[in-house]
């Protein structure tokens, strides 16, 4: 949302307008579908834990370690985007004292951070439920969002208000906080009544 509008801009024809609406809607169904995919694998991992045991290392190494050939059709563009990070600046890393291109440090960075994060969700897929779990990631990835948008400065807009609000009207009817608020209300009402 925070995307500069293509259509906005006056020299863009009507087709130009429909195209960029063509993939802003393909955007959006990756998403969705990506979102899908990833509730239904939480599914299936909790199938597999109940039958065969909880083995989140297991299931972690499987999960990256597959896809790893599919590196070989992208070997171009990683070997061209090896080629600037060691164009970049230097930095000098704090506890080590050494000094490298900033880029491969953001790169190292982000990787030990993202291993953080993704072996957090899979030992909690081994002690919660598949729903639970997508709640979670849900939030997290909601989180990043607000603090990208804070730390990059970007507008925030009505649909992120929006999007917002969705996230925690979700978040409040699973954990079915209206229903416990209920509860608690009624609770002082019926032990009066037993005394």
């Avoid at 990756?30 to 909880?54: C, D, H, P, V």
């Avoid at 990683?78 to 880029?103: R, T, W």
């Avoid at 709640?135 to 208000?161: A, C, D, E, G, M």
Wanted: with cysteine.
């Amino acid at each position: 949302m925070s995307a500069k509008q293509v259509t906005s801009q006056s020299s863009l024809s009507e087709n130009d307008g429909f195209q960029a609406f063509a993939w802003w809607l393909l955007g959006i169904g990756a998403l969705t579908f990506a979102l899908l995919m990833s509730a239904r694998m939480g599914i299936f991992q909790e199938t597999l834990y109940k039958q065969f045991g909880k083995h989140s290392k297991e299931a972690l190494f499987y999960n990256h370690a597959l896809p790893l050939p599919g590196f070989i059709f992208l070997a171009s563009d990683i070997y061209d985007h090896a080629v600037l990070f060691n164009k970049s600046e230097l930095y000098q890393v704090p506890v080590v004292g050494v000094e490298v291109p900033i880029m491969w440090f953001y790169l190292l960075m982000n990787v030990v951070t993202q291993y953080v994060c993704i072996r957090g969700v899979f030992i909690l897929t081994t002690e919660c439920a598949s729903l639970t779990v997508t709640l979670f990631v849900t939030l997290r990835k909601f989180v990043s969002l607000i603090f990208s948008i804070l730390y990059f400065q970007n507008p925030f807009t009505l649909w992120h208000w929006l999007g917002t609000l969705f996230v925690f009207i979700g978040t409040l009817m699973y954990t079915e906080v209206w229903t416990n608020l209920g509860a608690t209300k009624s609770q002082p009402q019926k032990e009066d009544k037993k005394n």
